[in-house]
């Protein structure tokens, strides 16, 4: 059974510092997914991760993969108030064979603050 | 990016009624679509694996008879919570992955349901 394991669970930072949100998996996977959601809104794509090495950056964030070490990471550069949110990783998990689906970390709460 | 469109976004109901959703895909074909539960403060949670014309795979402990998910046609799929109860109140949230299989998952904007 896929795990998928977020730290940490809640994260408050001030603007302007950096912090990187963890997700570890538990088996092979060949996709790696980051959503962010906001208060009793559904999931935002943020970005899609597919090999080994994979980086991809979008404004002040930006997600790394090492299938290897079965480890993703979302990286913030000099937080601002707006990016406060929920962020979850998702793994690919195809051990269902033709149901290919999505396994969800917990979560990380983050807070800017001013 | 493809869109995913959920109805209602929000549904007030008494208990012991069934509340029908509907999840669709605007402008791709899905044949593969699932439905998630949230409930406050916590992750998603996969409740059902639906595929074009055949019966829905359920994970377990989610009941088969409470919630009926039908996916007829390539770009719809429903869920039906029957005989509702205040438990059954959450965030429901579809997705849809493309007939071609890119992989991309595109989201509803979810359906609140509150059961009184």
């Known amino acids: 059974e896929l795990k998928v394991e977020q730290n940490p669970l809640f994260l408050s930072m001030q603007e302007g510092k950096n912090y990187t949100i963890y997700c570890n998996y538990s088996?092979?996977?060949?996709?790696l997914y980051w959503y962010r959601q906001d208060p009793g809104k559904s999931l935002e794509s943020l970005f899609v991760?597919?090999?080994?090495?994979a980086v991809k950056q979008e404004g002040r964030l930006m997600a790394s993969l090492d299938t290897k070490a079965r480890l993703s990471t979302l990286h913030i550069t000099a937080a601002v108030h707006d990016l406060s949110a929920t962020y979850f990783c998702?793994?690919?998990?195809?051990?269902?064979?033709?149901?290919?689906?999505?396994?969800f970390g917990k979560g990380t709460l983050l807070t800017v603050n001013p | 990016g493809a869109v995913v469109s959920q109805h209602p976004s929000r549904v007030i109901c008494k208990s012991g009624t069934s509340v029908k959703i509907e999840c669709r895909s605007l402008d791709f074909q899905a044949t593969t679509m699932f439905w998630y539960r949230q409930f406050p403060k916590q992750s998603l949670m996969l409740m059902a694996t639906?595929?074009?014309?055949?019966?829905?795979?359920?994970e377990q402990g989610v009941e088969k008879d409470k919630f009926l998910i039908n996916h007829a046609s390539l770009t719809l799929s429903t869920l039906t919570v029957t005989s509702a109860h205040p438990e059954d109140s959450s965030f429901y949230i579809c997705s849809a992955r493309e007939r071609t299989n890119t992989g991309e998952l595109f989201f509803g904007e979810g359906s609140r349901l509150t059961v009184l």
């Open positions: 991760l597919l090999s080994n090495g």
């Open positions: 998702a793994v690919g998990d195809n051990s269902g064979g033709s149901n290919y689906k999505l396994t």
């Open positions: 639906s595929n074009e014309g055949s019966k829905a795979t359920y």
């Open positions: 088996t092979t996977s060949d996709r």
